[in-house]
């Protein structure tokens, strides 16, 4: 049967669209986790602290649909990619489920008993359920930048030969420290939005200012990594874009400082990370001056540019091997085939409007600020 699009222009467009989804899942569930991970810092009472609850506790468990919606795609589009970085970040991903399983016992049973100490218990556990996964997901693309120690036999199986404490270097913390601070100016943005003006507000923008020039600061250090570290892998130039996914045949190799080369290719590129930059000193103005609009778009303008970055930089990369960059994982050789690809495609060009359709019509509904008098009058809130 002869489809509508090519198997190229195809498997760019399910990149792309796994692209989408990460950001889209950085910029709702983003917030709730950099609100939670501010939790104890911003409230120091318990009113207040329910205060900060409340301002996500409409919202969250929709925003964390983005999470599994990019892990499907994944799953679908890229079942190699799949396979490979879920059993290879094993350890990893079970750290980053334990601790959002605490997100929705926190937000459920914090309030159930008055005492303060069983509060204060929850009130941290909601903190871990939002710092952890800020900074493993930092830190797992920390290591996808610089290879993962991983390869495939003739049978396809992967191997994966690294180790937990591996995941962890200089690099992939500074990686994982980006990723906390650009997601607590994101949550610090969202409270001055919806907690009412106070206290809470108060020290939401004198931290966000903070988290926001952290991230100036470390964006700029990875940056300074990539060139001078020597990270990138390159493909050969006659790699197959039309041809079957074969995964054992990626004509891939370790080129250091490759993971710039796409900036001179396509300048239009650039974009991404002046987004990043440009957005996170957008963030801080915002925050100090008062601007709550430009405050949270600032902050949802870096998440989407460094998030892109990292895309960007790498394509078509998904998954390069350190320890065998013929095992490496890319756009052309590990998606799914033409006609999952086109299908799934139709799929996502009806739903997906509808998706976000619904969404933008619940924020409508929730919308407003969340004060420390409603807290006292309404039975809903947590």
């Known amino acids: 049967m002869e489809l509508l699009l090519d198997y190229p222009t195809l498997r760019v467009i399910w990149w792309a669209l796994m692209g989408v989804l990460l950001i889209g899942f950085a910029l709702t569930d983003g917030f709730d986790l950099g609100v939670a991970a501010l939790l104890p810092f ?14 996500i506790g409409a919202t969250w468990e929709g925003n964390q649909v983005w999470f599994i919606l990019g892990g499907g795609a994944i799953f679908a589009a890229w079942p ?5 970085s879920f059993s290879g970040f094993y350890l990893a991903m079970f750290l ?6 605490l997100r929705p016992v926190g ?3 914090r309030s159930k008993r008055p005492d303060p100490r069983w509060r204060a218990f929850w009130d941290w556990g909601l903190f871990v359920g939002g ?17 993962v120690p991983f390869r495939l036999d003739s049978d396809l199986r992967s191997f994966y030969e690294g180790s937990f404490l591996g995941l962890f270097t200089p690099f992939t913390l500074v990686c994982g420290l980006l990723s906390v601070t650009m997601l607590l100016t994101h949550g610090a943005a969202w409270l001055t939005i ?4 106070g206290p809470v507000r108060d020290r939401a923008r004198t931290i966000g200012s903070v988290t926001a020039l952290a991230s100036l600061a470390l964006f700029a250090v990875g940056f300074a990594f990539v060139r001078f570290g020597g990270l990138g892998f390159s493909l050969d130039a006659g790699a197959d874009i039309a041809g079957p996914s074969n995964p054992l045949r990626s004509g891939a190799f370790a ?10 290719l396509y300048p239009w590129m650039i974009a991404a990370p002046v987004l990043g ?5 957008l963030a801080f103005l915002g925050i100090r001056m008062g601007r709550e609009p430009l405050a949270f778009g600032g902050s949802s303008m870096a998440a989407l540019g460094i998030i892109a970055t990292v895309g960007l930089s790498m394509f078509p990369f998904i998954l390069p091997s350190s320890i065998d960059p013929r095992s490496s994982l890319t756009v052309w050789n590990s998606s799914s085939s033409h006609l999952t690809l086109f299908v799934m495609l139709v799929v996502t060009v009806i739903f997906l409007p509808i998706v976000l359709a619904y969404t933008a019509w619940v924020f409508k509904v929730l919308w407003g600020r969340v004060t420390l008098d409603s807290l006292r009058t309404n039975p809903d809130l947590y």
């Open 131 to 147: 710092f952890v996964p800020a900074l493993v997901f930092g830190v797992a693309v920390g290591n996808v930048l610089q290879g």
């Open 194 to 197: 919806k907690a009412d003006h």
């Open 107 to 109: 937000f459920k049973y």
């Open 80 to 84: 190699m990619v799949y396979a490979v």
């Open 42 to 55: 911003v409230g120091r009472n318990d009113a207040e602290r329910r205060q900060v609850i409340n301002t």
């Open 277 to 281: 930059f440009l957005g996170s000193a």
């Open 255 to 264: 080129a250091p400082g490759a993971w710039l080369d796409n900036y001179s």
């Open 96 to 101: 980053v489920l334990s601790a959002l399983i």
